[in-house]
């Protein structure tokens, strides 16, 4: 408290014209036991701003407190998503200032609110001021001298969310302040705001997260002493990733944000997190996202800077900008305005605790001065719930002001980015994006139109045959695309947004550590081609505007009636069409084969009508006609080779520390209508007989070594619920439940695994989780090297079928992007020797000696011996043992049909990278990529690469649908043991 006098002599210092102009309005009364009990809960004078410090009082509309029964930041207290929006919509009861939307509903049901506050005049025409938003976002039907009237006319939006992240709770508490004071005080900074624009407040991002949360943090008061569990689910999907779907739009609340964005077109979106002191605005170090509009950047610049000089004239200490992250994945969810000519940003300030108050020792990085922190954070505080909400409020009310004060900069520049988006085409190109007619994946083609739709992006078919020149070096080349090809403009608003998701991403190894992916490629990612066109004469071809969703069209076709033969291209439906009809028997053909005057590859589904139900023909009908899939009638079964394609009993195994990352495959998995059983690790442990249950075990990926995968949290002390109850009533709608989230599969589930793939089941693991069985030894053969050089953080790279037979490489073609983040780098030896085996021989080179690099060594005084010749190997082969290595070998050296089996490899180093970062190339070049290695009756396949990240990795899918569909008949096609 000492400061209190220094700070107060100083706020007089610096800010009379703020004070003076207060007061010439007259004062206007206080809410005065509100105003003390925000004191009450600062924990320094230096931490509250003459912005917040004060409740002005209002004889008609409600204050918080009157509403909830506390003031905003007491602690303890955290407030329901119900009462939220109960303050809310008594604000538009009783204030004209307010008014309130629903923006649409989350995966559990709860309401998503938007509210607007302005003055009185604002809001009654808040449909002509949407209009005008509306004009100026689409320059084409919006000449330039309309323009100039509509920035007259109009005042540009500024919408604050909050709380996307669950555990950071305290915007959602703050934005009720703000709403209240927004709508009652009579400052001319208010009343500036009011005037000039129209606030836009979403308090909860991800509503079912906040209401978990709330249950944990009431769990914990309740129970002083003992363990609150994590917030082991946030969202019904996923956690903290609910962050990173800006791009796939698979979340509700991405889909929610971006409708609402594209019915108000907001020039700023700003998002509010808690973590780092005491407050971060974001601009972030580079390398910045390279699709944006250099005036974005500025924005971003201009605005920091003014919350960063406004806090720090009113004496709080850490307020800084620039370090932190970095600028470059355009998945975070402020990139529903960013790639849309609006301004994305965000703050982190310290929180997450909360409504706690406690000492707290800053990280000590974060006390140093540096060039964009001179005025770092303290390195000890008393840190109140009270005081992050001081922050947050008294730099947003800063920031509005200076929008609002700058009214027609705004607007004016979002409709410059907008123009310049649809100038993109002819000046910095390219000028469209083509999705082929011919691509053999029809139904995945018309899903990333479906998606580029979501996000507000035009889409058109060719209405003839296209030709556009090409560029090939000097060299100029012709390139065609058939009729009904798909064709994304570039002169259009979002051109941007669309070129960000289709463009190859180049991350410098040597720049900033990435903050998250660095590669996203999404025609790559999702097995789709998608070509760069820069020919402008592309945009005079003629071609209609995709309307509706988009689905090829399916069937039977022919009238035979003894087999349906449909052609495996991997297209994720196949997958929902196998399980739709699970009762059918279906074969999949081992060997490409001919019948019906055409090629059908390797998978082929096969479905016999004998032993069929008599209704097949029907049911394949409407299912392939509700999927736009493809069946060919034929006379007679082909003889090829075939073996059945099981509807598998699966499960999905989660662990009770993170549910982040395998909550993508539960959304891919429900998105496509698999069926499966969620099941924690603990289940396996209780589980003596997993085989009677399930034919496929996949263990998702979680972070961790293989230690606390299969150990789980700590058994000590008391067990810690994960359940729904009076006191927890949110945790009741989890995916799952325990009465102790302490305890993983441990070494009992690992027997019971073995068991399972003994008895013919598939264990499946995704990237680093291949550790698990690698390290407790269900698998041998396999082991994982550490990276030395290796740089590929959440990259986009190519992997190289390396075995063709293998029923996990069907539909494929010679080649697949596949998302990989850093690990783990697999290696494959014939034996299970801890060292030796025999990996492929680099060449040994030649001694020194006469001649060049490439001639023969000649001994002197002998007569010449050439050396030994080498087996012709392809990179990735091992070479066979010699009889001596296979003698000192013998106990260790595993039968051919025992060994693992390199279905994917990574491709050579030269040709690895597709998008994103890659240094170090050579460690992964030409390692596994997937792995299946048989054991017993049964398989354990491990995935080096991730094939369902963030709803991005759609080509990828079917390797691990065709793992499981083929889960009895993984040997199929397997080398002879002879062959070696
Ligand atoms: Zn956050």
Not at 202 to 227: F, I, S, W
Not at 589 to 601: D, H, M, T, V
């Amino acid at each position: 408290m000492k400061n209190s006098r220094f700070f107060t002599v100083l706020w007089i210092g610096l800010l009379p014209g703020l004070i003076l102009a207060a007061a010439a309005q007259g004062p206007q009364p206080l809410d005065a036991g509100y105003t003390a009990k925000i004191k009450e809960y600062t924990t320094e004078p230096f931490f509250l701003t003459e912005l917040v410090d004060h409740l002005p009082a209002s004889a008609t509309v409600p204050t918080p407190e009157k509403a909830l029964g506390y003031v905003i930041g007491a602690p303890g207290k955290l407030t329901y998503s119900a009462d939220i929006y109960r303050y809310f919509r008594q604000l538009e009861k009783a204030s004209p200032r307010v008014r309130t939307f629903s923006m649409g509903r989350t995966e559990e049901g709860r309401e998503m609110l938007l509210a607007a506050v302005s003055d009185e005049a604002n809001l009654k025409r808040l449909e002509r001021l949407r209009e005008i938003t509306a004009r100026l976002a689409d320059p084409r039907r919006t000449p330039p001298e309309e323009a100039q009237k509509l920035l007259d006319e109009g005042v540009p939006m500024y919408w604050i969310t909050g709380s996307i992240h669950s555990t950071e709770a305290g915007a959602p508490e703050m934005l009720m302040e703000l709403a209240y004071r927004l709508a009652v005080a009579e400052t001319p900074l208010a009343q500036n705001i009011r005037k000039n624009c129209v606030v836009l407040v979403t308090p909860l991002l991800e509503v079912d997260g906040h209401d978990r949360y709330v249950d944990v943090y009431r769990y914990k008061l309740a129970n002083p002493g003992k363990r609150a569990p994590n917030l082991v689910y946030w969202g019904k999907y996923v956690g903290h990733d609910n962050n990173r779907d800006a791009m796939a739009l698979s979340l509700a609340l991405s889909r929610n944000m971006v409708r609402t964005f594209l019915d108000w077109h907001p020039q700023v979106l700003h998002d509010l997190h808690e973590s780092i002191p005491f407050l971060y605005v974001s601009t972030g170090m580079g390398p910045y996202n390279p699709w944006l509009d250099p005036i974005v950047i500025n924005e971003w610049q201009i605005l920091a800077y003014q919350e960063v000089e406004g806090m720090t004239k009113r004496g709080v200490p850490g307020v800084w900008t620039h370090g932190f992250y970095d600028g470059w994945a355009a998945n975070y969810m402020m990139y529903v305005a960013q790639g849309r000519n609006a301004i994305g940003r965000f703050y982190e300030t310290y929180g997450g605790i909360g409504a706690d108050t406690l000492e707290r020792t800053v990280n000590e990085e974060m006390t140093q001065r540096t060039w964009f922190r001179p005025n770092p954070p303290l390195p000890k505080v008393k840190w109140s719930h009270r005081n992050n909400i001081n922050l947050q409020q008294s730099a947003l009310l800063i920031a509005l002001d200076y929008f609002a004060s700058n009214r027609r900069k705004f607007l004016e520049n979002f409709y410059a980015k907008s123009r310049r988006s649809v100038a993109k085409a002819v000046t910095e190109g390219p000028a469209a994006w083509v999705i082929p007619a011919d691509d053999p994946r029809p139904l995945e083609c018309a899903e990333l139109v479906n998606l580029l739709r979501l996000h507000g992006v035009e889409v058109h078919r060719a209405e003839k045959e296209i030709e556009v020149a090409r560029k090939e070096g000097k060299e100029e080349k012709k390139e065609k695309f058939p009729p009904g090809s798909y064709v994304i403009r570039m002169d259009q608003p979002y051109s941007r947004q669309a070129d960000m998701l289709l463009d190859i991403q180049y991350y410098d190894a040597k720049d900033t550590r990435p903050y998250d992916d660095t590669g996203w490629s999404f025609g790559p990612l999702r097995n789709v081609k998608t070509v760069r066109v820069t020919d402008t004469s592309i945009l005079k071809a003629p071609m209609k505007l995709v309307e509706g969703h988009v689905r090829p069209a399916g069937g039977i076709r022919g009238e035979s009636a003894a087999a349906y033969l449909i052609p495996h291209n991997a297209e994720n439906a196949l997958a929902t069409f196998r399980f739709r009809l699970k009762d059918v028997e279906m074969l999949a053909a081992e060997e490409p084969f001919k019948a019906l005057n055409r090629e059908f590859g390797a998978g082929t589904f096969l479905i016999p009508a004998q032993g069929n139900p008599p209704d097949l023909r029907a049911r394949i009908e409407r299912a392939a006609q509700e999927l736009g899939i493809t069946a060919h009638a034929a006379g007679e079964t082909p003889k090829v080779a075939a073996h059945r394609l099981a509807a598998p009993r699966i499960a999905l195994v989660h662990t009770w520390i993170n549910t982040q990352n395998e909550g993508w495959f539960r959304l891919a998995l429900d998105t496509l209508q698999i069926p499966y059983d969620y099941i924690s690790g603990q289940v396996l442990a209780a589980t003596p007989n997993l085989r009677a249950k399930y034919d496929v075990i996949l263990l998702g990926p979680v972070p961790g070594s293989s230690q606390r995968v299969v150990m789980g949290l700590p058994l000590y002390g008391e067990p810690v619920p994960w359940r729904g109850s009076e006191l927890t009533p949110n945790i009741g709608t989890s995916p799952d439940q325990t009465d102790d989230i302490r305890g993983g599969m441990g070494l009992e589930g690992l027997m019971n695994l073995r068991r399972f793939v003994e008895e013919g089941g598939l264990f499946i693991t995704i990237a680093s989780n291949a550790s698990v069985p690698i390290d407790f030894g269900l698998v041998e053969g396999v082991s994982i090297t550490p990276a030395r050089e290796l740089q590929a953080r959440g990259s986009v790279l190519n992997a190289v079928v390396a075995d063709k037979t293998s029923p996990i490489a069907y539909g494929y073609g010679e080649r697949l992007a596949v998302y990989f983040n850093q690990a783990p780098i697999f290696r494959v030896s014939t034996t299970g020797a801890a060292s030796g085996g025999a990996e492929s021989g680099a060449s040994a080179g030649r001694s020194s000696g006469r001649g060049s690099p490439s001639d023969p060594d000649v001994v002197q005084g002998r007569p010449y011996t050439p050396p030994e010749p080498k087996p012709e190997l392809k990179p990735w082969e091992e070479r066979p043992l010699t009889e001596e290595e296979k003698e000192s070998q013998r106990f260790y050296l595993f039968p051919e049909p025992l060994r693992p089996r390199v279905v994917f490899r990574f491709a050579d180093e030269k040709e690895l990278l597709v998008s994103g970062m890659l240094a170090g190339g050579r460690e992964l070049a030409n390692r596994p990529a997937v792995v299946d290695v048989p054991r017993g009756k049964g398989h354990i396949v491990m995935f080096a690469n991730n094939p369902m990240w963030r709803q991005q990795t759609q080509g990828s899918f079917f390797l691990l649908f065709n793992a499981m569909l083929n889960f009895e008949h993984l040997d199929a096609g397997r080398k002879a043991p002879s062959a070696r």
